[in-house]
């Protein structure tokens, strides 16, 4: 594999994330950030005058909300920045269409916490966007037979113009499903875009100073 590699791994098998930057895709890498815990990754990605703060991330696969949340705070300090969030995030955020298991349930407490942030940010889910009446299921669990959503790319509104397809590929050699997005980033914002304020910004003390 040749390029850029930004990983971090832990002592458990099922944690470690990575960003992969192809070479010769002339995006360089300007700072990177990893949870110790070995949960996600954060790099400050530049290609050509387009920077953008792209995230993978392995969510707990227990109801942990506080999860999200830290994460959340730790990249308020990349705010000014368009971002990118992509990996198993562990939860169905629309459990009317993206669970296989029957009647609709209530959202568990990190898929409440993870949409009151995306919320809070500004924040779209890519495939909800692009394809909003397919389920695109992305995990099988062979234990209850129950197909599920819970892999994601989640974009800030910036980015939003700029996506071009959105693709979820067949399972392989695992129970989750890899998820295609295509992004023209050499593409300027349409006329009339407007940056919108951060409303959680309004929550701390030193934005409102």
């Not at 593409?187 to 409303?199: A, E, N, R, S, T």
Request: aromatic share 12%; proline share 8%.
């Amino acid at each position: 594999m040749q390029g850029s590699v930004c990983a971090v791994g832990f002592t458990y098998h099922a944690w470690g994330v990575l960003i992969w930057v192809r070479k010769g895709a002339g995006i360089g890498l300007q700072e990177v950030c990893v949870d110790p815990a070995g949960r996600y990754v954060v790099a400050k990605c530049i290609r050509r005058n387009c920077t953008l703060l792209v995230v993978a991330d392995y969510c707990p696969n227990y109801d942990d909300s506080n999860f999200y949340y830290a994460l959340s705070s730790q990249l308020q300090q990349w705010a000014d920045l368009s971002q990118l969030w992509g990996g198993d995030l562990n939860c169905v955020l629309n459990t009317d269409q993206d669970c296989s298991s029957g009647p609709p349930r209530r959202p568990s407490r990190d898929a409440r916490a993870l949409t009151e942030i995306l919320n809070q940010d500004g924040m779209t889910e890519v495939w909800a966007h692009c394809c909003p009446t397919t389920p695109g299921y992305t995990h099988y669990s062979t234990v209850h037979d129950v197909h599920t959503r819970i892999d994601y790319w989640l974009c800030t509104q910036q980015l939003v113009p700029q996506i071009q397809a959105c693709e979820v590929f067949p399972r392989t050699f695992s129970d989750h499903s890899p998820i295609l997005l295509e992004l023209d980033l050499c593409m300027p914002p349409p006329p009339g875009f407007l940056w919108q304020f951060p409303p959680n910004f309004l929550l701390d003390d030193s934005g409102r100073n």
